[in-house]
């Protein structure tokens, strides 16, 4: 008993460092778990190389990495099997164009429309269509402010324009 007393802190600083890896694992990104994990774990090694010398130091690293990878085994485990599978952490379900899923409102519609650009378009920018505003995109060309516009081509939401103006300029 009086080992584990005297080895708390180590003890301890690698629990701390395990549950914190884990917390980490579960959050995107390198954040502040992942972080302090280490952290905690580099202060249990250096307690025990400082108390106990160089070779426990090392058994302690060891010991460590041996928990953190069974620790992450077993939340891994879990994930896929047991409890946490069943939380809604994961998501399970998935969205299909065969059962009726629509990621974008097809507009085709709207093809052969013409309206009036209500903003510059540099490429892009809004156009009103009878009554409707709509994000709409030249086909690279940039296009003033109350210019008359037609919709040529409709791909998802993307409404690509043309400059009627300039058209009849360049018939004429």
């Known amino acids: 008993m009086d080992f584990i007393i005297e080895n708390l802190p180590i003890i301890i600083s690698l629990v701390v460092a395990t549950v914190l890896l884990i917390i980490e694992m579960y959050m995107p990104g390198v954040g502040i778990p992942g972080i ?16 106990h010398g160089a070779l426990a130091g090392l058994a302690v690293l060891l010991v460590a990495i041996a928990l953190v990878a069974l620790a992450v085994t077993v939340s891994i485990r879990s994930t896929n099997k047991g409890r946490l ?22 507009r085709q519609d709207l ?10 378009l540099r490429p892009s920018g809004i156009a009103q269509f009878g009554d409707e505003r709509l994000n709409v995109v030249s086909q690279g060309e940039f296009i003033p402010k109350d210019a008359r516009l037609q919709i040529v081509q409709v791909d998802g939401s993307r409404l690509v324009v043309v400059n009627l103006d300039n058209q009849e300029e360049k018939n004429v």
């Open 36 to 51: 302090a994990g280490v952290v905690f774990m580099f202060i249990g090694v250096y307690l025990a190389w400082k108390d």
């Open 111 to 120: 093809l052969g429309m013409e309206g009036i650009s209500l903003s510059v």
């Open 85 to 106: 599978s069943k939380s809604s952490l994961i998501l399970k379900s998935s969205s299909k164009k065969e059962e009726g899923y629509i990621a974008t409102e097809d």
